[in-house]
């Protein structure tokens, strides 16, 4: 085992100082100077030297130098990889664990062999949403379990209310998403759908659809048959 020498210890100590100095003066400062940042989650460096994430409401990220004179919101690129850092954090920080969504608030529909699993949250009136079904049909081997996400007014809750209590749930919803015959209307427990909601609202699930797949990555938008079966592939299953 190799022993650290006295100045190295020491070295590694007036680092978690200023650490932990730099994090309560940009907690402290911003406190006093922008008020309506009521709780900070986290601070934390960033790959640019006396540049700072601060991270509020759970995945909202802001940039900071190490006094909190300035505070910036966008997206940090890394420009020789090409890549939006700030992207793959608020990625990383909404991701959704496959195995916790509650597949009880879900209708499930299995083609093939169902190997393969992915989650998708739509509203039954969004026109994404039905060009996506469109694409979904070409892709087999899979069970897709179908969380109602009423979000574009009350139509669209009336809607996901009768699908849900209707016998055959499955063949309903494609019948409007894909032919365009309305749900019939039909009355049950509908608290799945307010579930729903609310894990779309904790997970800043905004816009439809959202596909979540097995690994937990997570694709905002209607993508096409080959892309479904690219993220499928990724995800493992």
Not at 70 to 84: A, C, E, M, P
Not at 167 to 181: A, I, S, T, Y
Not at 183 to 189: E, G, I, S, Y
Not at 206 to 226: E, H, K
Request: with cysteine; net charge positive; charged share 25%.
């Amino acid at each position: 085992m190799k022993l650290l020498k006295t100045t190295q210890i020491v070295g590694i100590l007036l680092l978690a100082t200023s650490a932990f100095a730099q994090e309560a003066a940009i907690r402290k400062n911003l406190s006093e100077r922008i008020p309506q940042i009521e709780k900070i989650d986290e601070v934390s460096k960033t790959p640019i030297p006396g540049i700072f994430e601060v991270r509020v409401n759970g995945s909202d990220i802001y940039y900071t130098d190490a006094e909190a004179n300035y505070l910036f919101h966008g997206n940090l690129i890394d420009t020789k990889q090409k890549r939006s850092l700030t992207e793959e954090r608020v990625e990383k920080l909404t991701a959704i664990k496959f195995d916790a969504l509650s597949i009880k608030d879900a209708f499930t529909i299995v083609r093939g062999n169902g190997k393969r699993k992915l989650a998708v949250f739509e509203d039954p009136n969004c026109g994404y949403c039905k060009r996506f079904e469109q694409d979904l049909q070409k892709v087999d081997n899979v069970t897709i379990h179908m969380f109602l996400y009423p979000v574009l007014g009350a139509d669209s809750t009336d809607k996901s209310k009768n699908i849900w209590c209707a016998k055959d749930k499955g063949k309903v919803w494609q019948d409007w998403m894909l032919r365009n015959q309305v749900p019939k209307a039909a009355t049950c427990d509908t608290a799945a759908i307010d579930h729903n909601i609310d894990i779309g609202r904790k997970h800043k699930i905004t816009g439809t659809p959202t596909l979540i797949f097995s690994d937990g990555s997570r694709v905002p938008g209607a993508i096409g048959a080959a892309q479904i079966e690219k993220q499928l592939t990724q995800a493992g299953g």
